[in-house]
Structures are given as structure tokens and as C-alpha cells.
């Protein structure tokens, strides 16, 4: 279905080849995986499917690829449109319509399909996805997960041969991601559909693919059955670093498989300690606050208190409302009910400098912070708002993901490069609260991690509070001192990070659910009780 021989290609001023010599085939009704650092060109190499790379976007390919037969070289795009379904990054870049509905019948109106089938697929789709409830919503009004399931939607009703998504759960708590994932892994047996799909959060994924292709760095690749391909790996879902750390005789890609090889471990006794935090005084305070958009409701007289150091993280359904709370604690948003106070002063007041020292916002798109034509400027310009050392904010992002170019134009960096840069320019001031919604969509194991470190750091060093909205439930497992659950706008629980995480299967980590009923959320929390 999908053929590549000897492809390379190198962008226009890159420093390196983003892919070199790379052979492979994908057979019809097979799903692969491809993975990588952040920035090491699985978008790219997901856009040459359908010729976006280098019809749309320039640069120089060698070798030839092949859809079903037809020549990527010979023919654009939108020749392809009936064979390839793409999904982006970014599924706001991709809507041409305002509507739900018009949104997913809006390809097929394009190619004069006949009206019945268009409202025929339009219903499954809608199905499909869960997307019935918001079928006539308007798109802006959206979470960025349902935005997530629109574009999927817009895609799957073309009934394309080749599915080719890039990172389609970032934006999805965990039951949705597992909706979706289990829809491809259907559409691949049950219609032979070819999924092609990059992702960073390996976790939920590769028990579900055939093959990984994964890109390492200088245009090099490996190929195949993702046991084979994750057993030398650097980048591994925690069910592998687990397997890795206990010396386990076999790598298991699932939950299950797991469970049975450290069967074990589990029946034997260990002493276990939990660490509370000392109370600090109060830097948020949300009382009774409620947020309507128009007849819909999405906080409904929440409160709650968060402390200095204390890292909180706001977790729920998509649509739950997370958003909506972090907007008003910022001062974007204005409560309908109720108030919300950060140093006992209302944030929607706060403006200019004296906003940029009291809070640090990165929102869902980190694009909207961006507005300089280069890297360099953009680092430079936040090393003179905030007054620090010039080269500061740059040495930061180099922290997070290295090999950045200084003169890159924002626009022409990954989603996780250019997150990593929001990161750096708001980290780099030194706020005395740090807000962060969904700040790990397109970052890799390894970037995550330097990332979960500085706002540890942040954290415990100035003694000021994180509050972050996120479905990334390693992150929160590896980072957060407390968990606010959220759904349809009320505060369902509110606890200690290892009380909510283990009383909700579906939002457990990994290492939790393989080591039940232990009280382990992390793959070093079970090395450092078996060292006890």
C-alpha cells in the first residue's frame, strides 16, 4: 500500500538530513507506528505519504514513494485526497468550516459526493466519536479534545484507504485516546484500513500497532515489531523502563503481559511511606466560581485552595471544565458567579509587568505567545522583558530539546519545539504562579522529563505553586503533589496524587495498573521500595 525507496530529504538552511536512505513497505491493513525525539522529523516523514513534503512545503527528496501504486512525485495532494486521510498536529489549522457537522461534510461536498451518502457517513462518524452532542456546536467553542475528534471525524468520512495521524491523543483524556485508538484498531482489521501514526505518548499506543518505525536522530531509522524495536530503544512507555529496572526475562507492550512476568514481585510484602507536604500559606482561592458560555454551563460553583509550592493538576474528561478554571484563575476569563483571588488580588486587574511577574500562562496553543520572526528574537526579547542574562531563555530551551536552530521562524517548528519555547520564554521570568494547560502535547519521554524537573525545581526552590490541566497521567503521576478531578464543572475529588490516581482505573498510570494493588505510581517508586 504505502512504499518507500531510498527517500531522503534535507529542508532548505537545515543543518542535518531529516531522513536518509530510508526503504520500507506498509502493507494493506497494517498499523505502524512511528516515533522519535521531539523535532526529529516523524511529521515530516508522515507528510511525504501524501506529498504535502515537498509539494507544499519545499526542500530536497531523493528517491521515490508510492500510495496505492501512484507516485507522490507525479501527482499533488489533493490527488491523493480519496486514498490519504491526514489529521495534524494542530487540529485548528486543518477546519475550514465553523460547524461540527458542516466541518465533516464539508471534504465530500468538495468532491460532489451524492447527499445521502454524505449524511450516511456523517451519522456514523458522529457515532463513532461521541461527537453526536456537539454536532452543532461551533468548533471555536470546542476543548481541544472534541477539536481533536472533529478533525479524526473529517478524515474518517472520506473512507480513506491510508489513515496518517500525527499525535491524534495529545489533546485526550485517556478514555477518549482508548475510544480512538480501539476505532483505528478496528478500521485496520475489520476494513484493512493502513493507519500510519506518530505519537509520543507510546504508552497508549503500541499495544495496539504491528510494526515502529522509529527515527533516531540524523536520518537514521529503525523497523519492526515493536517488542524487537523497544528492547534497545532510548525513548519506552513506562511499562518498559519497569521491565528494564526488575531485570525482566521478556518486554512486554501491554498491561497484561506485564502483569504476568512480575506476578512474583507483587505477592511479596514491602514497607511503604507517604510524605505529606507541610502547609503553606494560601496563593489561590476560588470561591463558589461559576463560568457560563452562553446556555452552557462549564464550572458550576467550584472552590478550592492552592498553596505556595504545592504542583496541583487539574485532571477530568475533555470538556470537563479544566480549561474554564485555569482561564479565570489567570484573570482571561470573568467569573459569572462567585471570585477568584491570586495573593488576594483579583488576576483579571492585573496587566502589563506587574502580570508578567504574578502569573505565567501557557495556554493550549503556545503558538499565541509567539509573534517574532526567529527563535533568537523571541529568546532575546524575554531575556530583556524579564531583565535577566542574555542567552538565558535560549540556554533553557536547549535544556528541553537540544539542536534547535537560533534562526528558525516559530511557525516552522514542530508542536513540541514550540511548546518547549513557550516554556522557556514564561519559566525564564520567574513568575510567582506558573499556570500550564496541557503543557506536554508534543514533547518526547526525554524532554518531559528535564521539563518535570524544572518545575519541581521552580516549585521547591521559590516555594510558589503550579497548576497545571493535563490528561498526561505519567506526568501527573511523576510530578504532582495533589490531583483536582473534574467533571461536567463540579470538583468530583481532590486528594493527595497517589489517593485519586489509584481510585480511578482509567486515569491510573501504567506502573499502577501492573503492580496492583501496591500503592506504586512510578517506575521509581518501585525501585525505591524493593530497596527498602
Known amino acids: 500500500m504505502i512504499k518507500f525507496s531510498n527517500v531522503s530529504l534535507i529542508y532548505p538552511h537545515s543543518t542535518k538530513t531529516i ?7 506498509i502493507q494493506e491493513g497494517e498499523m505502524v507506528l512511528v516515533m522519535g525525539e521531539t523535532g526529529s522529523g516523524k511529521t515530516s ?3 511525504l505519504i501524501n ?21 507522490t512525485r507525479e501527482v499533488k495532494p489533493g490527488s491523493l485526497a480519496h486514498i490519504v486521510g491526514i489529521v495534524g498536529q494542530n487540529p485548528l489549522n486543518g477546519f475550514v468550516t465553523d460547524i461540527v457537522e458542516e466541518e465533516l461534510a464539508f471534504g465530500m461536498e468538495a468532491l460532489n459526493f451524492p447527499h445521502d451518502v454524505m449524511r450516511k457517513r456523517v451519522e456514523e462518524v458522529l457515532d463513532l466519536l461521541g461527537l453526536n452532542a456537539v454536532r452543532h456546536r461551533s468548533i471555536a467553542t470546542l476543548s481541544g479534545g472534541e477539536q481533536q475528534r472533529v478533525a479524526i471525524g473529517a478524515a474518517l468520512v472520506m473512507h480513506p484507504k491510508v489513515l496518517v495521524l500525527d499525535e491524534p491523543t495529545s489533546a485526550l483524556d485517556p478514555i477518549a485516546a482508548e475510544e480512538v485508538l480501539s476505532l483505528l484498531h478496528r478500521l485496520v482489521h475489520d476494513l484493512s484500513v493502513t493507519v500510519v501514526i506518530a505519537e509520543h505518548r507510546l504508552e497508549r499506543v503500541i499495544q495496539f500497532v504491528d510494526r515502529i518505525i522509529y527515527i533516531e536522530g540524523n536520518g537514521e531509522t529503525a523497523i519492526g515489531p515493536a517488542e524487537e524495536v523497544l528492547k534497545t530503544a532510548q525513548l519506552v512507555p513506562p511499562i518498559i523502563r519497569l521491565a528494564r529496572a526488575l531485570n525482566l526475562s521478556e518486554v512486554g507492550t501491554s498491561v497484561r503481559e506485564v502483569r504476568r512476568l512480575t506476578e512474583d514481585i507483587r505477592s511479596q510484602t514491602f514497607e511503604t511511606t507517604e510524605i505529606m507536604p507541610a502547609e503553606t500559606s494560601v496563593v489561590i482561592e476560588v470561591n463558589e466560581l461559576t463560568i457560563n458560555y452562553g446556555d452552557q454551563r462549564a464550572l458550576k460553583g467550584v472552590s478550592t485552595k492552592i498553596h505556595a509550592g504545592e504542583i496541583v ?3 477530568g474528561r475533555n470538556g470537563a471544565g479544566k480549561s474554564s478554571l485555569l482561564h479565570a484563575i489567570v484573570g482571561s476569563q470573568l467569573p459569572t458567579k462567585g471570585q477568584v483571588r ?6 483579571a486587574l492585573l496587566k502589563g509587568a506587574d502580570r508578567r511577574r504574578s502569573i505565567g500562562y501557557v495556554p493550549q496553543e503556545p503558538s499565541d ?13 524575554a531575556d530583556r522583558d524579564n531583565e535577566i542574562t542574555e542567552g538565558s531563555t535560549f540556554a533553557f530551551l536547549s535544556r528541553l530539546v537540544p539542536h534547535i536552530s537560533q534562526e528558525t521562524h516559530p511557525n516552522d517548528l514542530s508542536e513540541g519545539q514550540r511548546l518547549a519555547l513557550v516554556l522557556s520564554i514564561v519559566l525564564s521570568g520567574n513568575p510567582e504562579l506558573l499556570v500550564l494547560d496541557e503543557p506536554t502535547r508534543g514533547l518526547d519521554y526525554q524532554a518531559k522529563n528535564l521539563f518535570a ?7 521547591s526552590t521559590f516555594n510558589r505553586p503550579v497548576l497545571l490541566a493535563t490528561h498526561d497521567v505519567e506526568l501527573v503521576a511523576e510530578l504532582a503533589h495533589r490531583v483536582l478531578f473534574l467533571a461536567e464543572g463540579d470538583i468530583v475529588a481532590d486528594g493527595s496524587t497517589l489517593d485519586v490516581l489509584l481510585s480511578s482505573p482509567a486515569f491510573a498510570p501504567q506502573v499502577a495498573k501492573v503492580m496492583s494493588p501496591k500503592p506504586w505510581l512510578t517506575v521509581s517508586d518501585v525501585v525505591k521500595a524493593m530497596a527498602q
Do not use: N, W
Open 313 to 315: 493538576a487539574v485532571m
Open 369 to 381: 505567545l509567539l509573534y517574532a520572526q526567529s527563535v533568537r528574537a523571541e529568546c532575546a526579547q
Open 19 to 25: 531522513i536518509e536512505g530510508l526503504t520500507f513497505s
Open 45 to 47: 516523514l508522515l507528510r
Open 453 to 459: 524537573l524544572a518545575l519541581k525545581e521552580y516549585a
Open 342 to 347: 491570586v495573593h488576594q488580588k483579583d488576576p
Open 51 to 71: 506529498g504535502l513534503v515537498p509539494h507544499h512545503t519545499g526542500g530536497i527528496l531523493a528517491g521515490d514513494i508510492s500510495v496505492d501504486g501512484i507516485s
